[in-house]
């Protein structure tokens, strides 16, 4: 017996926390699959390359645009941002599970592609804290940061479509819910497949 794979998609505002967590839950399942996003936005310190993103031109990611190579395409503090579609597709052909973490906009265009896709919203307890964290990267202006906070305070109201939510506030409880999350959704018996087909009522 197998079962279908899962796409499970984890957003929230800049500052929550998503690449902390996101690369933890890769480091202790091997084998999930992990979607690597375009950006024009330049890198930040110590991020690099094709694994953290994919940085390109603005010219080379509207020619990849136009080319249909995207599931998703979004504009985030002055900076574009897409998922390539190859990648996931083949991916979840082959079976494998698979981790993205969109904005916002981003994890529900995908949700209306794969309705099956598991959307988790990371967010922290407070405006404060997301403000000191924000501020404590010292890789933005003040500018910049307030920039993201508006962005985030506008990310927040769409909490209610996620199927899940974890606030962020110690990094052991999100990644155990995180991980909680991935392994309950592996277990639904949804997706169980059987002889290549589901299982009928």
């Known amino acids: ?3 279908s794979p899962v796409l499970l998609i984890v957003s929230g505002p800049s500052g929550s926390g998503k690449d902390s967590l996101v690369a933890e839950l890769r480091a202790a399942e091997p084998n999930l699959a992990y979607s690597v996003s375009a950006t024009t936005r330049a890198p930040r310190p ?7 993103y994919h940085f390109i031109t603005r010219n080379q990611f ?4 136009a080319a249909g190579e995207f599931l998703e395409t979004c504009e985030y ?11 996931v597709e083949e991916s979840l052909r082959s079976g494998r599970d698979v981790i993205m973490k969109p ?6 265009a995908i949700k209306r592609i794969f309705p099956s896709a ?6 922290v307890s407070s405006d404060d804290v997301l403000l000191r964290r924000l ?9 910049a940061i307030e920039t993201r906070l508006d962005i985030a305070k506008r990310e927040e109201a769409h909490t209610g479509a ?3 939510l974890i606030v962020n506030d110690m990094f052991d409880v999100a990644f155990a819910q995180l991980r909680a999350i991935l392994t309950a959704e592996r277990l639904k018996t949804s997706r169980l497949v059987q002889g290549g087909q589901r299982p009928t009522a």
Do not use: W
Not at 118 to 123: E, H, K, Y
């Open 1 to 3: 017996m197998r079962r």
């Open 46 to 52: 110590g991020e690099i390359n094709g694994v953290h």
């Open 62 to 65: 509207d020619q990849m645009s």
């Open 77 to 87: 503090a002055g900076n574009r941002y897409g998922t390539p579609k190859r990648f």
């Open 103 to 108: 904005e916002v906009n981003g994890a529900l």
């Open 118 to 123: 598991v959307l988790v919203f990371l967010n």
């Open 135 to 143: 501020e404590a990267r010292r890789t933005d202006s003040q500018e």
């Open 162 to 164: 996620y199927d899940y």
